[in-house]
Structure formats: structure tokens, C-alpha cells
């Protein structure tokens, strides 16, 4: 208790920043989750089992709001990285998506009418308007929250406490739903009703959260490159340069594939165990685990590095599905206890990541000086371009996860005499979806690892970069302060 008493202390005392900013950023995490869990977790089984729409429908909708999302988040980050001015554009971004976000999180777990083509547009048109909301909202807090923490060695202490929020706000839709749903006694109706109560509780809390860092956090700007020098242009020839973040993005686009193992698993509880409540308390024990661990980040990061936390947690959780597909679906026990320990490095995985990325605006501000003479970072761009990786990542999972639904035969809810009637699963789907977990967490899990494996911005070769940098900045700052003086 001592040593996490005092790393509380090291966090509320941070130099860097005051603690109503890091409230409230945790708190626009916290909301940011929600939305993104509400949706992320239940819109695929939603449209299937109760608007009735098929895979197609679903990877054509997906699709374009994927290239839609990938032609705004590089705008978004130009638009953070050329003005940084004290009435900078971050929290007018994320004051300006909150609301549309959350109308759209809760709008569309509603069944609209009966017409699937009504259905159809329905969807499309709201989750088109939650993923545009969510890049605003995302990019603008990501890249205040690398602006925060100039220093690289509190970043640790700083995203572990964040990824606390983000774990608490993904689980609490996702374990609330089934134990509601258990509720219902299979009444198909009740169950549709029951799935947008869940988003309007959460949707409203996630509102009020994702307001207060709009109204706590501060523009920043951490290096002010001297007028006289030149200025490198702002595109992707800096990106392509940054390898810790080119492994982290291509890492991402892999990680889709364990997504697919995430995303199956609420079809894994209803349809093949029949036990959808279990979902709840199995993501409650994989949770506690995970906060555990997360909880260790910061007395563990004294021995490893982030790239490590991340190699090492992807082993971890491939291990675990290896062993779920050696010993099946038979004893729930063993079901519960191998998906619980494969969640285990989860959040702390997550918390390792985001330090990475941070770090990789490091990287780029050193990399550009060695390679065009001008300190350069662009933090709006680098998140930017993360969640370009992350949307195609998503629409990746979206292809994999409805392929694969397609593949083993799954069945869509169907128009009976103007009502939508629950479809029967076959004993070969039912399996099926238990490959659809067990496969992709495999696979999903070790491939990861192995390209993580390749950063070599860690270690002592780190270390040397940031003395150098830190050696730039310096120059830099002395070059300003003259020019500023003539």
C-alpha cells in the first residue's frame, strides 16, 4: 500500500500538470470508453439478431465510413499541429462531437421500423456520425495528452491511471448488457428494448465525462521551433520515418485479427453456451486481473520496457487461446477461467501502447532533425495517423468477423408478417463460432508479438536518442530566445 500510495502521490504532484487537468483528461477517457464499448461490442450482434441486416449490409456500411474516417483524421491532426495557440482548436474539437457522439451511441441500438431498407440507412447514417464524432473527440484529447507530458518518464505513471478509466468505462456496458439480457427470459422483444436502455444509461454518464476535459484541460505547445529556421512540411514523409510508430501501427493492423476473437464472444455466450450471463463474470475476473496488472505497470516498468510490457502480454494472451482450443467448450469452468487469464495484460498492454505512441513524437522530433536539420513533431499528425491505422484495423476485424459469420453458415433475424423473428443457429454454426473465438486469439495474439519485437527505439538506444534530443531542444530554445531578443 505504500509504494501505490506514493506513486498516487507522484502522479497528483506531477510538475507538468495540475491535477483538475488530469482529472480531467481521465474523465474524458472514461466517457470516450463508453461510447466506444456500446458500439464497438453490440452493433454487430444487434444488427443481425434484431434490424435484421446481414454481412453484407454490415461490411458495406463499415466500408465507407472507413474511408470517410481515413480522409478526416489527417485534416483533424493538420489542423491540431498548425494551431497551437493558447485558443487552440483541441477542446472546440472535442466540445463540438461530444453530443453527436452520444446521440448516435444510443440512436443506434434503436430498431427504427420495419422496413429493412429504413433499417439500413438508419444505421448507416448514425454510425457514419459516431465514428466522425469519435476522431474529433480522439485525436483532439490524444494529442493534448502527449502535450502534457513533455516528460517521457512520467508517461508511465500518467497513462497507467488513464487506462484505469478506459478499462472501468469498456467493461461497465459490456458486463451490465447480459445480465440484463438474462433478464429478459428470452423475450425478443424485451431484449431489443433492453439493449438501448443500456446505451441511454451510459450514453448520458459518458456525455457528462467527455465534457469536463473540455472544460479543465489547456492548449499546450511543446517546442517552438525558431522563425528563422526552415520548416519541414507537414506530411507523411515523417511518419515514414518513424519506425517505433510504423511498428505500432502495423502491430495494430494485426491486433484486428484478435479483435475478431473479442468480437465473437458475445455470439460465443448466447448462441453456443447458451449462457450469456457468464459473459459478466468472466469479463469481471479477467477485469480484477487486469487492474492488478495494470496497478504493476509502473513498479514493473522498472525492469522492462514498454515494447517488452506489450511483447510479453501478446505471448501471454496467445497462450491462453492455444490452450482454449486444445481443451474446447465442454467444462465452462475451464472456458471461463482460460478467456479470464487471457484478458489478464490487457489493460496494461493497452497503457503500454499508449506510451509507446507518445514516445514515437519523440522519436519523429529526432529523426527529423538527423534528417532534414529542424526538430520537428507533429503530435496531431502522429495520432492522426494512428487512428487511420486504427479504422483500418477495424474495418479489417469487420471483413474477418463477418466473413467469418457468413462462412459457418450464421443466421440473421428474419421479417415474418411485419415482425423481426429470432433465427435458429445449427449445431455445425454453434461450433463455428467457438472457432471464430479460439483461432483469431491465436493468431491474433503471437503475430503481434513477433513484429513488436523488431522496435529498437527501447533500452540504452533510447536513452542515448533522448540525451541528444534533449541536447536539441536546448539549441533550439537558446535559438529562439535570441531571435526573439534582435
Known sequence: MGKLKEKFQSFKNNPDVALKEQVGYVSGVFGNCMGQDSVGTYTDQFMYDYMGLNSGHIVAMKSVTTGV??????????????????????????????????????????????????????????????????????????TLSVRMTPNAKSRKNFYTVAQIASTLGSMLPGGLVPIIIDMMDGDYNSEKWAFFSVALLFGVLGLF???????????????????????????????????PLLLLSLSQCVDSIRQVCYNSLPFFYKQTLNNYGMKTFVEAGSATLSYGYLLSIPFIGKKLSSRDIVVVSYLHTGICYLLLALFGYKNLWIVGILIALGGLPNA???????????????????????????????????????????????????????????????????????????????????????????????????????????????????????????????????????????
Open 69 to 142: 474516417n481515413i480522409l478526416i483524421a489527417p485534416i483533424v491532426g493538420i489542423l491540431l499541429d498548425n494551431n497551437r495557440s493558447g485558443k487552440g482548436n483541441a477542446r472546440r474539437f472535442m466540445m463540438a462531437s461530444a453530443i453527436p457522439f452520444t446521440l448516435s451511441s444510443i440512436l443506434l441500438f434503436v430498431v427504427p421500423s420495419a422496413s429493412l431498407t429504413f433499417n439500413l440507412l438508419w444505421s448507416f447514417i448514425l454510425y457514419l456520425t459516431f465514428n466522425i464524432a469519435d476522431t474529433f473527440f480522439d485525436v483532439a484529447l490524444s
Open 348 to 486: 496494461g498492454m493497452n497503457a503500454a501502447r499508449r506510451v509507446l505512441l507518445a514516445d514515437s513524437t519523440d522519436y519523429m522530433e529526432w529523426k527529423s532533425y538527423k534528417k532534414y536539420g529542424v526538430a520537428q513533431r507533429n503530435e496531431g499528425m502522429v495520432f492522426a495517423f494512428n487512428t487511420m491505422v486504427s479504422r483500418i484495423s477495424a474495418l479489417w476485424k469487420e471483413l474477418l468477423v463477418n466473413g467469418g459469420l457468413a462462412l459457418i453458415g450464421y443466421q440473421s433475424a428474419q421479417m415474418v408478417n411485419g415482425e423481426m423473428v429470432e433465427a435458429v443457429q445449427t449445431p455445425e454454426t454453434l461450433h463455428g463460432i467457438f472457432l471464430l473465438v479460439a483461432i483469431p486469439g491465436i493468431i491474433g495474439n503471437l503475430l503481434p508479438a513477433l513484429i513488436m519485437s523488431f522496435d529498437n527505439f527501447t533500452g540504452k538506444r533510447k536513452e542515448k536518442i533522448m540525451a541528444e534530443l534533449e541536447e536539441i531542444r536546448a539549441e533550439s530554445k537558446a535559438q529562439l530566445e535570441e531571435t526573439q531578443t534582435v
Open 209 to 243: 465525462s467527455m465534457l469536463v476535459p473540455c472544460m479543465t484541460l489547456k492548449e499546450r505547445n511543446l517546442v517552438l521551433p525558431p522563425k528563422t529556421e526552415k520548416k519541414v512540411k507537414i506530411d507523411y514523409k515523417l511518419i515514414l520515418l518513424n519506425r
